[in-house]
């Protein structure tokens, strides 16, 4: 049991011993009053009917009812309940830009970092709908496929980088193919494509896509990045700093907006162009939100029964007693039972009751997420060892962007006996330290996952993808501060070495190293991870992958996005 408005119980303390201790002075004083008034005598005359033990009792029974009223206010809970709720919406696929142009500063801080944020916008209007990302430059490829869960295709998006492509150009005829690949040909809901581009393609025939798209019901809608003007592509050295504007051929290249062939592409699929502003974001995802929507699955929420009304309907009854419940003798000729008991029969509930829905789960939907992570926070103290609970914690703080106490709620569950809870815990720790930009732990996670989870599960593919994608932008830089702690605590081992020297040459043992060998041994360099090693390892990954699914029978179907409990 745990209560859902324990953050007022000292409130609700506090009220009802105030008024029952103003019941028991209300009590004691009528008595005294009576006492000072009358003699013995005239009370046992005036009083031969009361009973003083019917009053006290009656006293008893209002103070009880006002202590259940009070348990019922904290809204106790216990037991859980699972609703199913069918999802509807669109398929939008959005088409982000990596070519070099994109880097261009003609809008701040780059077209590229400015697309993101728009994108972002237009997410936050699509809730509800099915989302995929997909990028292209030289070549296009996919980013993450179709899922209602608008955070994660919102993180991935965030993460690209004109970098990622290890071919130049400005491919976006294959970008449309890519997207297209996307959308689940057998699923009834409208699809859509949204590209963010400058729409700077001279080698390519796009046109000829996008004629493919509207033969397969797909419409595209453009937003155009950058100014007519223009801007100089910026060159950056393998450190990722400005090298300048000269290509290899020392020739200054400059990018401006192609509006004309945007325009183009939205016109042969119906879509619509829009500038790469705000109220072009809104015009675009109005015109996205008045598609039909049709059903595309559904998603299971869990919430813990309130079970106020039980104590509610004790107190009502306590009530129903005080105020029939006569403090005279009973008289055999006017019994008040039956009445008492009449109107409990009128009051008790009907089997079937059925209590509201959960405020966690409630303050969820409405993005409430500090009431949501109190509510479910109750629910832990009530029932600590409650996986499902502290799973849906560990989700809250990811939502509220508390990377650490997400992973603090996932590690949590790390020896639970439920194996799927398990798998997916460990993959959301792996997506907060990749937050936490810690990739050698979020590595570490989705390893876990891939290792024991079954290759044909949705945690298993996700993990799989999630791995490859850091594997690829695993930071050299975490390399270079391993190397410096290295080269630390050498130097320190070589300082206690030289100063214990000092106090007791004797000491001093004649096979160890000269310190120069060791300084040099500290020294040595790790040796970076190549894009041969890189590529070698995303090999045998995919290598190992098809092992296990030459074992077992193939996935069939779309990919379905892990459901989120409540």
Known sequence: MHFANKDIWLFILAAMLGLSGLIVWAFLRRKKIVDKAFSDTQKAALLSNFS????????????????????????????????????????????????????????????????????????????????????????????????????????????????????????????????????????????????????????????????????????????????????????????????????????????????????????????????????????????????????????????????????????????????????????????????????????????????????????????????ALQSFQKAITADPKNDLLRYNEGNIYFQLKEYEKAASSYLALTNTKNTDMQMKAMYNLGNSFASLKDYKNALLSYKYVLDHADPKSEVYQRALKNFIFLKQKFPPQQQKEDQKDQKDQQNKENKDKKEQDKKDPKQQNPQDKDPKEQQKTAQQPTKPISPTDVENLLNLIEEEEKKHLSQQEKPKGKLIVPKIKY
């Open 52 to 371: 003083p033990g019917a009053r006290i009792f009656r006293t008893i029974i209002l103070i009880a009812a006002l202590f259940f009223l009070g348990f019922s206010a904290l809204d106790p809970r216990w037991g859980s309940k699972a609703v199913e709720r069918e999802m509807s919406g669109i398929d939008v696929v959005f088409l982000m830009d990596l070519s070099a142009s994109m880097e261009v500063a003609d809008l701040q801080p780059s077209r590229l970092e400015y697309a993101k944020q728009l994108s972002q916008q237009m997410m936050s209007l699509l809730i509800g709908n099915r989302i995929a990302v997909a990028a292209y430059a030289g070549y296009g490829f996919k980013v993450i496929p179709l899922t209602a869960d608008i955070n994660a295709a919102s993180l991935f998006l965030n993460e690209l980088s004109t970098t990622m492509v290890d071919i130049p150009g400005s491919n976006l005829e294959d970008g449309i193919a890519n997207a297209i690949e996307l959308f689940d040909k057998q699923a009834l809901t409208h699809k859509a494509i949204v590209i963010f581009s400058d729409g700077e393609d001279y080698e390519f025939k796009p046109l000829e896509q996008a004629a493919l798209a509207k033969q397969n019901g797909i419409r595209i809608f453009t937003v155009g990045l950058g100014t007519k003007e223009g801007g100089k592509v910026p060159v950056y050295d393998e450190d990722g700093a400005l090298a300048g504007y000269m290509d290899e051929g020392g020739q200054t290249v400059v990018s401006a907006l192609n509006e004309k062939l945007l325009q183009a592409i939205a016109d042969e699929t119906g879509g619509i162009y829009a500038p790469g502003t705000e109220n072009g974001v809104l015009a675009i995802a109005d015109r996205l939100n008045e598609l039909q929507k049709s059903k595309f699955g559904s998603n299971i929420y869990e919430f813990m029964e309130p079970q106020y009304q039980y104590f509610l309907l004790v107190a009502v009854l306590l009530l129903l007693i005080f105020v029939f419940l006569p403090d005279r003798k009973l008289n055999a000729k006017k019994p008040f039972m039956p009445a008492v008991i009449a109107v409990i029969a009128l009051l008790a509930p009907s089997p079937g009751f059925a209590s509201s829905a959960s405020d966690g789960v409630k303050a969820y939907q409405q993005k409430e997420y500090e009431k």
